[in-house]
């Protein structure tokens, strides 16, 4: 027998990290290593990527995916995911990946653009501030459907400073402040490597530093 009464309350579900192997120097390229969901809900669920971006404008998905079986789309303009990894100043990386849009809810607007961003941050004054940021090509509503396109962009970490910092964004913009789109992309396999060709040392000319404005 039983006399005694038992209380339960405030029950929490999560799916715990299955340790992504890295891609290159980041984690969980694929967006596998947790559940699916609102990003701007999923917080430390959403291992290792920040949501820089509104609410309902992005999700772990798992209707889509390049290989395996999730994916992150994004749905609003203005915002992204990043992911930090540590650099060495002066080291070219290679950062690339895929996007997608399905015809069944294709991206439309005249000036909106999904992106994969390559940042550098530098310790210089001990900001961190950003110093460099370039963009891959950028998939719009003229870009194939239905299909996976792979997207590459290289820079180079800042030569100056005791520490850099790289970044890599799954972004969806636009060029003209508008705030019209309809359909989604689908960001999916990112990847950050060093490359295999050597970028050439800073020089100077004279009295100056970085005459040829490399870094």
């Known amino acids: 027998?039983?006399?005694?009464?038992?209380?339960?309350?405030?029950?929490?579900h999560a799916v715990l990290s299955t340790g992504s192997p890295p891609s290159g120097l980041i984690y969980n390229a694929g967006f596998e290593d947790g559940p699916t969901g609102n990003a701007s809900d999923l917080g430390v669920d959403l291992r290792r990527w920040i949501w820089v971006g509104g609410t309902n404008a992005g999700f772990v998905v798992d209707s889509y995916a390049?290989?395996?079986?999730?994916?992150?789309?994004?749905?609003?303009?203005?915002?992204m995911a990043v992911q930090?990894?540590?650099?060495?100043?002066?080291?070219?990386?290679?950062?690339?990946?895929?996007?997608?849009?399905?015809?069944?809810?294709?991206?439309?607007?005249?000036?909106?653009?999904?992106?994969?961003?390559?940042?550098?941050?530098t310790s210089a004054g001990g900001t961190g501030a950003s110093v460099s940021a370039v963009a891959s090509a950028s998939f719009t509503q003229s870009s194939a459907k239905d299909t996976w396109l792979y997207f590459c962009v290289t820079n180079h970490a800042p030569w100056t400073g005791s520490w850099?910092?790289?970044?890599?964004?799954?972004?969806?913009?636009?060029?003209?402040?508008?705030?019209?789109?309809?359909?989604?992309?689908?960001?999916?396999?990112?990847?950050?490597?060093?490359?295999?060709?050597?970028?050439?040392?800073?020089?100077?000319?004279?009295?100056?530093?970085?005459?040829?404005?490399?870094y």
């Open 1 to 12: 027998t039983f006399a005694q009464a038992a209380y339960f309350d405030d029950f929490t």
């Open 66 to 79: 390049h290989t395996n079986y999730q994916s992150l789309a994004l749905v609003s303009l203005r915002n």
């Open 84 to 121: 930090d990894f540590p650099a060495q100043t002066g080291q070219t990386y290679v950062t690339d990946g895929y996007i997608f849009s399905p015809s069944a809810n294709p991206l439309a607007s005249t000036s909106a653009y999904a992106s994969i961003l390559l940042e550098f941050f």
């Open 164 to 214: 850099a910092t790289g970044r890599i964004s799954c972004a969806l913009l636009d060029n003209t402040g508008s705030t019209n789109m309809t359909g989604s992309v689908f960001f999916d396999d990112l990847s950050v490597r060093t490359a295999s060709a050597t970028w050439p040392s800073n020089t100077h000319s004279g009295l100056i530093w970085n005459p040829g404005f490399e």
